[in-house]
């Protein structure tokens, strides 16, 4: 190319793509940065069933790009991405407008799979986005609107039913979210709670298999009992067609029929379309199709091109799908971007797995930390929320770079493993940093000495 064009390109505002541009506009690189999202707002995914129970509000859920990016000189470009011509180093949008980049960033995430399944797609509700927590909101509110003035029994049943395929951590989250919820609104409509039904239903013989919260499973089957209705949780149940208001599910050879007039859908990703379609050979993916990256996050036939998050498979390392990795592949590609521009030597992205959060319900979660610890109920939820709002994008203008998600150090300088009661204060103090920190690990202090005078 005669005349290079000097500006970097990020597709995508997920935790890759934002971080990448914020964490650029922080370090003051010196070449012009555009961020080209189909979406006004980002979307802050572990933090949808907060919004979506309303614990949080939309400002900090999902807050808009043109409020993150404020004063920070990226470009936010509202638009979807049409095609990508990784040989002529173009992104061609659906507006028409297409973008030349130096480098290109591609943070694209990953799209809902159904597997092919008969229905799926039609009538199951994902839950992904912002409009996807607000459709199955109205959705919801919908069914015990009509339940509520319904005399016939069966009609009944079938509205106050949900059904959530996959039992995996979204599957999980969601069901505990709505057995906490909806007795609550069923309840101030006038209802009996007790009618309502959560099932979840799981092809796998346990829920959360092969999955990073592996090891939180048996805190997760004791707390999914204990919200305000028990989850149903059929295991060995394959879902074959999902229609309107019934769904079919295969169990030890036998086809069931369950009346639902609810049904979720998270049976799990796959690789987004336009990742999909590049040139890229097919050994140089991983078995999901995921093109591979360097340790530096470059693509191996086009290291001018950045990938991360659900969209790239590191070379020679196997890293869950989760925010945590995301945001901090998104910290270091800044890093080397930057390195670029100034001529110099490109670092290996270290990626620090510190644990894993699940929600269980309203005010109740689960927390691994670094192995060595677990907590559950509330304690597990200040840590989770603490975790959570320190890593909340800000506005530019009070973005702290945080590439770390708990230091290491502090942790394993001040935990004493003989001490549970100590250690998830200081984790609390921690993870939550600074004022959040200190009201979560005070709320914990209490709590763990009632805990103690009732023993």
């Not at 999902?242 to 769904?247: A, C, R, V």
Request: proline fraction near 5%; aromatic fraction near 8%; include cysteine.
């Amino acid at each position: 190319m005669s005349n290079p064009v000097y500006q970097t390109v990020i597709l995508g505002g997920g935790f890759t793509g934002l971080f990448t541009a914020l964490h650029l506009a922080h370090e003051h690189y010196p070449r012009s940065v555009i961020l080209i999202d189909q979406n006004e707002s980002f979307c802050f995914k572990p933090l949808l069933y907060e919004y979506f129970d309303g614990e949080m509000d939309s400002f900090q859920v999902v807050p808009r790009f043109s409020e993150l990016l404020k004063g920070s000189g990226v470009i936010f470009v509202q638009d979807t991405v049409q095609s990508i011509d990784l040989h002529e180093r173009e992104v061609k949008l659906a507006s028409g407008n297409s973008y030349n980049y130096s480098n290109l960033v591609l943070a694209l995430g990953s799209v809902t799979a159904y597997h092919h399944l008969e229905g799926a797609k039609e009538y199951a509700f994902p839950f992904w986005t912002e409009a996807d927590a607000i459709a199955l909101d109205h959705h919801l509110r919908d069914c015990l609107q009509k339940a509520i003035q319904t005399e016939d029994v069966e009609q009944r049943r079938k509205l106050l039913t949900a059904v959530i395929v996959g039992g995996g951590a979204s599957g999980v989250e969601m069901a505990a979210t709505l057995a906490d919820l909806l007795p609550h609104w069923y309840s101030a409509l006038g209802g009996n709670s007790s009618e309502i039904r959560v099932i979840l239903l799981n092809h796998g013989q346990k829920i959360l298999d092969g999955d990073i919260n592996d090891p939180l499973r048996p805190i997760a089957e004791k707390e999914l009992q204990k919200r305000t209705i028990p989850i149903e949780i059929l295991t060995g149940a394959e879902a074959t067609a999902i229609h309107p208001n019934t769904i079919e599910y295969k169990s030890n050879n036998q086809v069931n029929i369950l009346p639902a007039y609810t049904t979720i859908w998270t049976a799990g990703t796959s690789i987004h379309p336009l990742i999909q379609d590049l040139p890229i050979p097919k050994e140089h993916r991983d078995h999901h199709n995921r093109p591979l990256v360097t340790p530096t996050m470059r693509l191996l036939d086009f290291p001018e091109v950045f990938a991360g998050g659900d969209c790239a498979a590191v070379q020679g390392s196997s890293l869950p799908p989760t925010a945590q990795v995301a945001y901090q592949q998104g910290a270091n590609i800044a890093q080397n971007l930057k390195a670029i521009a100034l001529g110099e030597e490109l670092k290996p992205v270290k990626v620090n797995i510190r644990g894993t959060l699940l929600k269980l319900g309203l005010n109740d979660a689960a927390a691994n930390i670094f192995n060595v610890f677990e907590v559950a109920g509330e304690s597990g939820h200040l840590i989770r929320q603490g975790t959570y709002l320190t890593l909340l994008p800000t506005p530019i203008h009070d973005f702290k770079a945080t590439t770390e998600w708990v230091d290491e150090e502090v942790f394993h300088q001040h935990l004493d493993p003989h001490d549970v009661g100590k250690k998830v204060v200081q984790a609390v103090e921690v993870v939550g940093a600074g004022f959040l920190g200190v009201l979560a690990a005070r709320k914990l202090l209490k709590i763990l000495g009632d805990e103690d005078k009732s023993r």
